[in-house]
Structures are given as structure tokens and as C-alpha cells.
């Protein structure tokens, strides 16, 4: 897992694919976390939908999410504040 950060505050690589039969969260062998969607990648939908995903999972508000690089990419680099290293290892894994 390519997760970086301190203090309650991480950077994720992210792969996303969109417009999956379900919504699912993996780890690839890269290290990157790997989200399926079922949301199609039109006007922002997807990123809506992984910013949803991935705070539920963590058990966050969506606000504490944020993709910080590549909102038109499959590859995105998201921020996540407000969760310690233990539950965020924890939660996506589970």
C-alpha cells in the first residue's frame, strides 16, 4: 500500500474503475488501492461516489476526503485527514 502522510493526515494512490457490476475496494500488487464503482465516469459522478465510498468505509465525513490529483484520470492521489494509521489499515483491508 502506497500510503504516506503523518498525524492523521494520508496521501493514497488510488486506481478507480468505473461503471463495475458492484462497489468493491482491493489493494493490487502495486500497492495501489483499487476501487471499483458502479457509477459511469460522466460530470464528476465517479470521483462523487469514491469520495463516498472510501469515507464510509473509513467511517469519516465525505469532508475529510478529498482527491487531490487526477479527477480525469483513472490514477488519483487522494487526501484523507482525521483517521489514525491503525483504523485506516484496518477498515480498508476489511
Keep these: 500500500m502506497k500510503l504516506t502522510g503523518k498525524d492523521e493526515k494520508f496521501t493514497l494512490v488510488v486506481r478507480v474503475t468505473p ?15 483499487a476501487v471499483k464503482l458502479t ?3 460522466v460530470e464528476g459522478k465517479a ?8 469515507a464510509k468505509k ?7 476526503v478529498s482527491i487531490k ?3 480525469h484520470s483513472r490514477d488519483k492521489v487522494l487526501v484523507i485527514r ?9 477498515n480498508l483491508t476489511n
Excluded at 458492484?22 to 502495486?30: G, K, P, Q, R, W
Excluded at 470521483?47 to 472510501?54: A, S, Y
Excluded at 473509513?58 to 475529510?64: H, T
Design 19 to 33: 461503471n463495475s457490476s458492484v462497489n468493491h475496494v482491493s489493494f493490487e500488487s502495486d500497492g495501489k488501492l
Design 69 to 71: 490529483r487526477g479527477e
Design 58 to 64: 473509513l467511517g469519516i465525513p465525505q469532508s475529510d
Design 39 to 41: 457509477s459511469p465516469p
Design 47 to 54: 470521483n462523487k461516489d469514491l469520495v463516498k465510498l472510501i
Design 82 to 90: 482525521g483517521v489514525s494509521a491503525e483504523t485506516f489499515k484496518r
